[in-house]
Structures are given as C-alpha cells and as structure tokens.
C-alpha cells in the first residue's frame, strides 16, 4: 500500500516569510510529518495504520477537543463525553474501520462529578454501542481539554484512504451537512433560530454520528473516502489532492443536503453552509459509475441515506455545475485551526 502524500504544500506553505501566518497543514508538515516506515500507512490520511495479527492492520487516530475552542465551556458533559469520542470514531469510520479499543486522556480544572458522571456516561454509552472499550489514558489537572484516541480492525488491503480516487468516479456524501454550522450561528447570536430548528440543528453539533456501519459496508465499493470535520468543500479537497483529481459538484443538489434549508437564508448561503459548514462527522466518498448498485446496497445495509452530489474529473481543483450545465470555480475555505 502506498504510502500517503501528506496534503501537498499550499501557496502559503511555500512562503519564506518567517513572520506569515502558519496554517494547521503547514505546521503539521514542517515540523512533524516524518516518513514511517513501521507504519502501513503513516501520516496524512483520516487514520495511520499498523500491521496486526491475521491479515488485520490497526486503524489508529487522535482528536483533541479544547474547551472554548471545540465547545462551549458550559457544554452539556453527557453530549460532550458522547461527541468527544463520536469525532474520533468517525475517522475509523472514514477508514472502514471496526472501532476496538480507545484511551482518553483528560485535563480537568476540577473533579466535579456533577459533571464527570454524566460526562463518563455519554462516552461510555456511544463506546458500548460500537464495542469500542475504554482500555486507558491520562488525568490531569488543567484547562478542560479532552484527547481521545481509537484503535480499529480493518482487513489487510481493504482500508478506505483519501489516496484512491479516479477520474470519472461519483462524488456522494452520506446524512445531511450543514445544520451543525447553522446552530453554532444561532448560538453564537450569529443567526436567529426559531426554538425548535435550534434544537434540532444543535443535535447535529452536540450529537453527532459516526458512520462506522456505512465505512465497513463500504470496503471494496468505495475508492476513495474520507470523514466531514472540516467542512465538505476541504475535506472533499484532501481526497482530490492525494488523488490528483478534481471534482464537479451538482449546485442544485448540495443545498438539499441542509435539513433546515429554509432558516439558512438564499440557496447561496444554504449552498455555503453545505461547502464550508464544518463539525458534520459524515463521510464523503468516490466510487466508480459501476458501483453504484454496491453504494445503494451499503446504504441500506447500513440504515444510512447517501447523496450522489458529483463527479471526479481529471482537472483539479473544485467546481460547481448548475442545472443548466453552467461551471464556476469554487474556492474551498475549509476550516484551519491557525488561519482562521
Ligand atoms: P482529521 O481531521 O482526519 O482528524 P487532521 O486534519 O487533524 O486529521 O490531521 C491530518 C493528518 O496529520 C492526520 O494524519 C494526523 O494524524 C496528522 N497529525 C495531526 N497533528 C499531528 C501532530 N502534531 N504530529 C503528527 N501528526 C499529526
Ligand atoms: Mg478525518
């Protein structure tokens, strides 16, 4: 299995301006992406992989999230523990991969158990639910900050990476995108939501669900593949560059994707929501024309809806196709811890 092009370098990368603005891609690629030769598939892709017993590897990642910066520091606990290890399981999941183990490390300002018991209850719920046992980590006094990370079973060869895509591929995206950016809005006094959409857009951002039963059902359908952290438009633009590859995505289609299409304004703010919205944890995936029975069957299988939303072109870049055949360029603003 080849080993991974780290996110090939940005423009912004390549500046020598010791003063420029250092991107999340950019720092990770200067000071820590490193060949790993032990590893099956290093860093660069949704999770690394190591060779395990009996044709399986090992499906490894790592999510942090920082209170203030990945939630609200009055966050519910019990959503928290439940969205804490949902976004490290939905890399797995963008991998195939059949969550085994996790660890969790913890900086705590307090021991509060009116917080750690709701807290330890919607982690160890949604862990129950996919066999993933809690088998160690870290404690520690400090500014809340939770770090999880997943080990998965993935058969030998069979790991969805972002690194397989092909022109003339189909472009699909599973459940919905958008409504999770749509009720940090509302939160932030951003966008007026009326009491009910808040609460159903705000389950998207406090619960999201990891597709694991979706990325298994996808081994040997889908070529490429990859999880919506970041927002569709980026991280459908980290399958493109390691797949040399660009994409046309149906206008049309995308705003459909919003489950409240109608509070986010004009179709061009419902179509940014989709593009740019960020924290959905769906998966977006390529497969050939010729697999599109397969993808339906995964679907179904997998209880979970999937959206056909473009094609894989030999150009790069991204671009938009309305219903009339017309093309224009899309400049993804997908989300960057130190750029934005
Ligand atoms: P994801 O959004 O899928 O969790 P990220 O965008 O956070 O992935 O990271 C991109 C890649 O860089 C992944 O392969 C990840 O493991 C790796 N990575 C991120 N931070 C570091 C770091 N500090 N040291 C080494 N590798 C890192
Ligand atoms: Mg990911």
Not at 273 to 290: H, I, Q, R
Not at 292 to 306: D, G, I, N, P
Request: charge should be negative; charged fraction near 15%; include cysteine.
């Amino acid at each position: 299995m080849p080993q991974p092009q780290f996110p090939p370098a940005t423009h912004a990368d390549a500046t020598t301006d010791a003063n420029a603005p250092l991107g999340e891609f950019a720092l990770i690629r200067r000071y820590f992406a490193r060949p790993s030769p032990r590893a099956v598939l290093g860093i660069g892709d949704d999770c690394a992989l190591l060779a395990g017993p009996s044709g399986l590897h090992w499906a490894v990642s790592t999510d942090m999230l920082v209170a203030g910066r990945h939630f609200f520091p009055d966050a519910d606990p019990r959503m928290l523990g439940h969205k804490a290890l949902a976004v490290n399981l939905s890399d797995l999941a963008a991998c195939g991969a059949q969550p085994q183990a996790c660890t969790l490390a913890l900086a705590l300002p307090q021991a509060d158990p009116a917080w750690l018991g709701p807290f330890s209850e919607g982690l160890l719920a949604l862990a129950d639910a996919h066999g993933c046992e809690l088998i160690g980590g870290d404690t520690t006094r400090g500014p809340l900050t939770i770090c999880i990370t997943v080990f998965g079973h993935v058969p030998q060869h069979q790991a969805l990476l972002r690194s397989g895509a092909r022109a003339g591929d189909d472009v699909y995206v599973s459940g919905q995108l958008g409504d999770a950016r749509l009720a940090l809005e509302a939160r932030q006094g951003l966008r007026p939501l009326d009491p009910s959409t808040l609460a159903a857009a705000a389950l998207r951002m406090d619960q999201p669900t990891p597709r694991i039963a979706l990325g298994m059902a996808l081994r040997g359908v889908a070529s490429a593949a990859a999880d919506v952290s970041d927002g569709l438009a980026g991280d459908l633009g980290h399958i493109l560059a390691q797949s040399s590859v660009g994409a046309c995505l149906h206008a049309d289609v995308l705003p459909t994707l919003l489950a409240h299409r109608t509070a986010a304004g004009t179709e061009a703010e419902a179509l940014q929501y989709v593009l740019s919205g960020g924290d959905d944890y769906e998966l977006v995936f390529t497969a050939p024309p010729s697999a599109r029975a397969a993808v339906q069957a995964a679907s179904h299988t997998s209880h979970t809806a999937v959206t056909r939303i473009g094609y894989l072109t030999p150009e790069p870049g991204l671009r938009l196709v309305d219903a009339q055949g017309q093309h224009s360029d899309y400049a993804a603003t997908a989300f960057d811890h130190f750029l934005s």
